[in-house]
C-alpha cells in the first residue's frame, strides 16, 4: 500500500495558513494581539497545513482540545505538552501564571487545534475560551486557533472580547485541481492521471483533502493490479471512486 505524507505538499491550504502564521509572528514582534483562527469544513487538511506551514516558526507547540475539557483539565493538558512541571495541588489560576510566566521567556507559538471545543455550548454555558484569552494577554505568545467552519462565526457570537483580538480569520477551502494533480504525483507516482478523472473525483469526494487522498491511493491500487499505465473514465469510471459514502444496498437504493 503507498504511503500517504500530505504534510509534504505545498498544497492551497498551507500556502494560506502560512500567510496566517506569518501575521501572527509580525503582530507578536510588534507588540500587537495575536490570536488567529484557521477553520474549515473536516478533512480538507487544516491540522497538516497548520503544522507544515509552522516549520519556519523556531518553536511550534500543537495541541489537541477535547469535548470533555475543563478550563483547569486545559492548562494541566497545555502544561504537560509543554513539559512545564507544577505542584499536584495547583489551583487552575495558578497553573496559569505559571504557564504564562514560562511562555513570556519562550518563543513559542501555540496551535489549539478542534477550537470549537473551548465555546460555551450556550451563552450561559461554561467554557475555557477565556482562559485561552487570559493565556494569550498574559503571556503575549502568539495562538492559532484550527477548527470547524462554524468557528469564525462564534467566535464572535460567544467572545467579543476574543473576537477583538483576532487579528486575521483564514478559512480553508476545499481541494483544488492543482492540489489533487500535487497529491496524485505522490500517491500515483508514474502512473497517468487525466485532468478529466480528478475533476470527476474532486466532484465526487466534494474536495475533501483526506477523501482525495484515499481515492487516488484505491484507483492506483485498482491500476497496478490490472496493469493499467493509465487513469481516466475508461479504467476507473466515476462510479468507481471512493466518496467515503457506504455503498447502499440494492433494496435500499
Not at 469544513?41 to 511550534?60: F, Q
Not at 484550527?146 to 468557528?151: R, Y
Not at 483526506?210 to 491500476?223: C, F, W
Request: proline residues 5%.
Amino acid at each position: 500500500m503507498n504511503e500517504i505524507t500530505l504534510p509534504s505538499l505545498p498544497l492551497t491550504n498551507a500556502a494560506r495558513c502560512s500567510t496566517l502564521i506569518q501575521s501572527l509572528s509580525t503582530a507578536t514582534r510588534k507588540g500587537l494581539p495575536a490570536l488567529g483562527a484557521f477553520y474549515g469544513p473536516s478533512g480538507v487538511g487544516k491540522t497538516e497545513a497548520a503544522l507544515m506551514s509552522a516549520m519556519a516558526i523556531p518553536s511550534v507547540t500543537y495541541m489537541r482540545l477535547t469535548a470533555a475539557m475543563t478550563p483547569r483539565d486545559f492548562l494541566r493538558s497545555l502544561a504537560d505538552t509543554l513539559g512545564y512541571g507544577y505542584p499536584k495541588q495547583v489551583t487552575a489560576n495558578d497553573l496559569l501564571k505559571l504557564i504564562c510566566a514560562q511562555l513570556a521567556m519562550s518563543e513559542q507559538m501555540l496551535i489549539l487545534d478542534e477550537a470549537e471545543y473551548a465555546l460555551p455550548r450556550s451563552r450561559r454555558g461554561v467554557g475555557y475560551l477565556a482562559t485561552i484569552r487570559d493565556l494569550h494577554d498574559l503571556s503575549r505568545r502568539p495562538v492559532l486557533l484550527l477548527g470547524k467552519e462554524d468557528l469564525g462565526p462564534n467566535l464572535a457570537q460567544f467572545e467579543e472580547q476574543f473576537d477583538n483580538r483576532i487579528i486575521k480569520y483564514e478559512l480553508a477551502v476545499a481541494c483544488s485541481l492543482e492540489d489533487a494533480r500535487q497529491i496524485a504525483a505522490q500517491i500515483a507516482g508514474d502512473t497517468e492521471i487525466t485532468d478529466e478523472w480528478l475533476e470527476a473525483m474532486l466532484s465526487a469526494t466534494d474536495g475533501c483533502t483526506r477523501r482525495v487522498a484515499v481515492a487516488l491511493m484505491n484507483a492506483k491500487e485498482e491500476a497496478d493490479r490490472l496493469g493499467n499505465a493509465k487513469i481516466d473514465a475508461s479504467t476507473h469510471p466515476a462510479d468507481k471512486i471512493f466518496n467515503g459514502r457506504p455503498p447502499m444496498s440494492r433494496r435500499a437504493a
